[in-house]
């Protein structure tokens, strides 16, 4: 069964566009939302997350929209660069526990043309 | 400061060779936990500790697979007997008491088993 669902696989965006990647999660004891980049040949590294008391969090150009009655939760990457081009992983774990293991997507290959 | 360090970066084996993975955590770090990432499951949790036990073990795909820590740092992962199947990259993540969800990964040990 897989708990978290990540669309699309991939992505290709012109410089300057907007990048949307969307997640949606069945455990509704999932409380704590990342969102991960890996670059080929590296470990991933995260990017931002959230948490369900919010419906949107903004770091630099990634925003997160989090919708809790749907179960969903999106990645916006604004005025993609190149330098972005990467796969993005969304992720879901119980943020109230003392284990904090995540549950994957399966990723999205984004590549930013230049 | 050092991040997440693994090794080795690549280990090529011969199917029914037992291998060790070696992690070691950002310095004063209490939870660790393996990860699996393969083509085709993705990023898969393998094991959780906390200091040096681990309370969940439910990632873990049978018995040939272990994993130690020892003095809250260093941690071991061994798979015994590989099989084929094994073959995929093992990542591990550090997090800190104070940040508890924050995980910091290392670049991974990439396995081929022949």
């Known amino acids: 069964q897989q708990q978290v669902k990540q669309s699309p696989q991939s992505l290709i965006v012109q410089k300057g566009g907007i990048s949307i990647i969307n997640c949606a999660y069945e455990?509704?004891?999932?409380?704590?939302f990342p969102w991960y980049q890996q670059f080929p040949g590296k470990g991933p590294a995260l990017l931002i997350a959230?948490?369900?008391?919010?419906s949107e969090k903004k770091e630099g150009r990634f925003t997160i929209s989090f919708n809790k009655s749907a179960k969903q939760f999106s990645l916006h990457i604004m005025d993609s660069q190149p330098g972005d081009s990467a796969t993005y992983f969304c992720a879901a774990s119980g943020f109230a526990s003392s284990n904090y293991k995540l549950t994957f997507g399966k990723g999205t290959l984004l590549t930013v043309n230049p | 400061g050092a991040g997440v360090s693994q090794s080795p970066s690549n280990k090529v084996t011969e199917k029914g060779k037992d291998v060790e993975l070696r992690c070691d955590p950002i310095?004063?770090?209490?939870?660790l936990y393996w990860y699996r990432q393969s083509l085709g499951q993705g990023l898969e949790f393998l094991i959780y500790f906390q200091g040096n036990s681990a309370p969940d073990k439910s990632g873990l795909p049978s018995d040939r697979f272990s994993a130690e820590r020892t003095g809250g740092s260093v941690s071991t992962l061994t798979i015994q007997r590989t099989q084929q199947e094994d073959s995929a990259v093992y990542l591990c993540a550090s997090s800190p008491i104070t940040l508890a969800g924050t995980q910091y990964f290392g670049p991974g040990t990439r396995l081929t088993v022949l």
């Open positions: 959230i948490r369900p008391d919010v």
């Open positions: 310095s004063g770090h209490t939870a």
């Open positions: 455990n509704t004891a999932f409380d704590y």
